[in-house]
């Protein structure tokens, strides 16, 4: 249950809004020889909160970064597509502001009328930003009346516009917020058991914190992706040329050690498809996960792995999934990745919640999304999230009473 205060409580203040400030998550992928916009999700995912601020009539300041412009303007990650898409959405007007000066913002949406949004330029095309400067954070609240966190996705991140704005405006949850934290807290708090943890991804580093935090709540631990290479060294197969780190092998060995004390399932692969390089072009070759050859690559799990997987999720009431399971940035090796999201989504009972980057696109690009409990629209965040970190643009938050 989210202890923070959200939107919902507004509604029991004395006044309404006025003005909000609105802090988002529009860092969409573009195109790059277009600079069209590719995949609007995260664009999406927000009208829900902007819906319920036009119902208390509030005039709304949207924020948000694009890509990494590094505290300098770069005309490729202007906001403007971004607007344009957003207009479509709503079917009504979105002005870009470009001064970040809180008075002129103020005085500029002050012209519009109740339920207005305009948006502000790229965030991070100002050095402040993203060094939580004292005075910028002081600068933006003065835009506004109230200050609302939609976007989960920069939610590890203590900046300007996430975490210093929040030190002079009364700050609470939107609904995307909101629901990323409660779904999330149902794999990080008590799931229902049985519970099962896929995850993949390239290495084990990136991934210890989740397991780690996880381990005394989870039944099954299913591994694939390249992370999965330590263990199979583990477990004493060779892994030809495939990247890992040499003290992985311990920590993996550990990891397995402590899954058998805790009564938990480790679940490795039992086949792989291999590439004699890492290219989308290279030769390839499905194997059993002890006869991986000499400078040959695991890539992606095999077919008998994909259906193992299957099997093991089937009787699962929690499913939590984070990484793929091969390269699946490259096409011959995304069966696997895909193969899952297909897997997943047919799931009638229980719930099934996905998070990370590449994992939810693969979800979003094969049309699933709505077939998964929650796909999570943070990178990063999610996984600090799953980590049992705290978040510090959540913490800044106030508190509910």
């Not at 300007?160 to 700050?171: E, N, R, Y």
């Not at 890992?244 to 679940?267: F, H, M, R, T």
Request: with cysteine.
């Amino acid at each position: 249950m989210i202890m923070k205060q959200t939107i919902y409580d507004i509604d029991s203040r004395d006044s309404r809004p006025g003005i909000a400030f609105l802090r988002v998550d529009y860092n969409v992928p573009l195109d790059r020889s277009t600079n069209e916009i590719i995949d609007d999700a995260r664009i999406a995912a927000t009208i829900p909160t902007i819906r319920y601020l036009q119902e208390l009539d509030a005039r709304i300041i949207l924020c948000s970064h694009l890509g990494r412009p590094k505290g300098q303007v770069v005309p490729s990650l202007t906001m403007s597509q971004v607007a344009k898409r957003l207009e479509l959405m709503l079917n009504e007007p979105v002005k870009i502001l470009t001064s970040f000066d809180g008075i002129s913002i103020r005085g500029e949406v002050n012209t519009l009328g109740p339920k207005s949004v305009v948006m502000l330029e790229n965030i991070r095309f100002v050095p402040h930003e993203e060094s939580n400067d004292p005075a910028f954070a002081k600068q933006l609240a003065e835009s506004a009346d109230i200050y609302v966190n939609d976007a989960f996705g920069t939610a590890h991140r203590a900046h300007a516009s996430t975490v210093g704005i929040t030190h002079h405006l009364p700050a609470v949850a939107g609904l995307l917020l909101s629901r990323e934290i409660e779904m999330l807290e149902q794999v990080t708090l008590n799931p229902e058991r049985p519970t099962a943890v896929l995850v993949g991804g390239a290495k084990l580093s990136d991934k210890i914190g989740i397991i780690e935090n996880l381990m005394n709540k989870i039944d099954q631990l299913l591994i694939g992706g390249g992370m999965a290479a330590p263990f199979i060294k583990a477990i004493g197969h060779g892994v030809g040329q495939s990247s890992y780190d040499v003290d992985q092998v311990s920590i993996a060995s550990s990891l397995i050690d402590g899954a058998k004390s805790n009564n938990i399932d480790i679940v490795l692969p039992i086949d792989a498809i291999v590439a004699d390089a890492f290219s989308n072009n290279a030769a390839t070759k499905v194997v059993p996960i002890s006869e991986i050859p000499d400078g040959w690559i695991l890539m992606d799990i095999g077919p008998q792995t994909i259906s193992l997987f299957e099997s093991q999720l089937q009787n699962a009431k929690t499913v939590m999934w984070n990484g793929p399971m091969g390269v699946a940035e490259f096409t011959k090796f995304a069966s696997g990745t895909r193969e899952m999201a297909v897997s997943l989504s047919k799931r009638t009972k229980g719930i099934s919640i996905a998070g990370g980057g590449s994992t939810s696109q693969m979800i979003h690009d094969l049309g699933l999304t709505n077939s998964f409990t929650h796909v999570s629209t943070g990178g990063g965040a999610s996984l600090e999230f799953l980590e049992g970190k705290n978040l510090p643009a959540i913490n800044a938050l106030l508190d509910k009473p």
